[in-house]
Nanobody
Framework: QVHIEESGGGLVQPGGSLRLSCTAS????????MAWYRQAPGKQRELVAG???????TYGTAVKGRCTISKDSAKNAVYLELNTLRLEDTAVYYC?????????????????WGQGTQVTVSS
């Protein structure tokens, strides 16, 4: 089982910046991808940014040029920095961890979501 803890959400003014953190723990054998998604009211969940175990980074169209994703593999942690925040960045941000977990001497792929952290951009 994988436990995910997110932090860093809150109220931010337009034009400001935020940094979100996510840490995974539990019976993790390896992590092959970590990502941030977001979901605004009435909209579908969308990819913000992702990073693979090979450090390949992918960014959503809406945040490209304003966003940096990074990770600390030793801590099973992923970080998201989003700059020049806009009203439309308001959403619940979810951490996603794709991992291989160990259970009873066997390994299984496991998709894991955090509970989400609210980011509100408002003056």
């Amino acid at each position: 089982q994988v436990h995910i803890e997110e932090s860093g959400g809150g109220l931010v003014q337009p034009g400001g910046s935020l940094r979100l953190s996510c840490t995974a723990s539990g019976s993790i054998f390896s992590i092959y991808t970590m990502a941030w998604y977001r979901q605004a009211p009435g909209k579908q969940r969308e990819l913000v940014a992702g990073i693979s175990d090979g450090e390949r980074r992918t960014y959503g169209t809406a945040v490209k040029g304003r966003c940096t994703i990074s990770k600390d593999s030793a801590k099973n942690a992923v970080y998201l920095e989003l700059n020049t925040l806009r009203l439309e960045d308001t959403a619940v941000y979810y951490c996603f961890v794709g991992a291989v977990v160990e259970r009873q001497h066997n390994h299984y792929e496991s998709d894991n979501w955090g509970q989400g952290t609210q980011v509100t951009v408002s003056s």
